[in-house]
């Protein structure tokens, strides 16, 4: 009867453990592993570490003024984020004009939902995604939060 192990790697706390990355670890231990003859099955995890901040080009706006939103999104790695969206649900007081900017060419913006639809983020990169919106009539003296958040990541 062959026994089977199961080695899972891929912990983002542990993800640069002695400066070398579990990925390349694992692989070593795998290829040790089968040289030795012993059956094992691995799951090698994707391990991606996304930084999102938002900024607004003016943040004491007139009402009606048109501002801009900038969201940057950093892969710190190790691995590329696939399946990448981003929620970004502009608040009451808020009206959408239109998308300023998209990088990368071929993201996508809903600004019913609110998900912009990313795709892949390649390991150590930045992207920046842009709105062009105004503060609505009757919002003088309002504080307005808006933030943006990872909202799926596979």
């Keep these: 009867m062959k026994s089977t192990r199961c080695l899972y790697i891929g912990n983002p ?49 007139d009402e009606s003024q048109l501002i801009t939103y900038t969201i940057n999104v950093r892969n710190d790695g190790p691995d590329d984020a696939t399946g990448v969206t981003i929620l970004d649900l502009l608040p009451a007081g808020i009206s959408f004009d239109s998308i300023d900017t998209i990088q990368p060419t071929g993201a996508t913006y809903d600004p019913i939902t609110g998900i912009w639809d990313i795709g892949t983020i390649p390991e150590g990169t930045n992207y920046d995604l842009k709105l062009d919106v105004s503060p609505d009539v009757g919002t003088a003296g309002s504080t307005i939060a808006n933030t943006a958040s990872v909202s799926s990541l596979n």
């Design 13 to 61: 706390d542990s993800r640069k453990s002695n400066g070398r990355r579990p990925k390349r670890l694992a692989i070593l231990l795998l290829a040790v592993l089968i040289l030795l003859g012993m059956g094992v099955d691995a799951v090698l995890a994707q391990v991606a570490d996304l930084q999102v901040t938002k900024t607004v080009n003016d943040s004491t706006p």
